[in-house]
């Protein structure tokens, strides 16, 4: 059994910051669940431009406000809490944020812990995923 407190995770190198965001990374590739779990932090007024070209994402809104729009069909969805949106198809999107937004996030594959977004918007493969 695994247990772990985000504000403990929040303290240690578990917590990634990058521009618009940052991540609590809770459980990732090293803990052989076949998923990581991220709680993840979008500031106010970011507008990211994402593409997970190599994973899939689960994404649910436990506070704050913004909107996801797709962008292979310009729809824009409302992000308020007790919102989820699944990035099944490796959807390419922008994510804004009106106001601050946590969110709860499952990655498959699970990530590794460091990763940030590449010039794309995703986060790359590591070489041993590539092999496998």
């Not at 695994?2 to 403990?8: E, G």
């Not at 669940?33 to 994402?57: K, V, W």
């Not at 809490?81 to 969110?103: C, F, N, S, V, W």
Request: charged residues 30%; glycine residues 8%.
């Amino acid at each position: 059994m695994i247990v772990r407190r985000l504000k403990d995770a929040e303290k240690g190198d578990r917590k990634i910051v990058s521009e618009g965001w940052d991540s609590t990374r809770l459980a990732l590739r090293n803990d052989n669940m076949g998923f990581s779990f991220h709680i993840t932090t979008i500031y106010r007024d970011a507008e990211l431009h994402l593409h997970y070209q190599n994973h899939l994402e689960s994404v649910y809104c436990v506070s704050g406000y913004g909107s996801i729009e797709d962008l292979a069909t310009g729809e824009v969805h409302t992000i308020e809490p007790g919102t989820i949106y699944l990035l099944d198809q490796h959807d390419k999107h922008i994510l804004r944020a009106e106001e601050e937004m946590k969110m709860a996030c499952v990655f498959n594959p699970p990530l590794h812990g460091k990763e940030v977004h590449n010039a794309e918007g995703a986060y790359e493969l590591d070489a041993e995923e590539v092999k496998g």
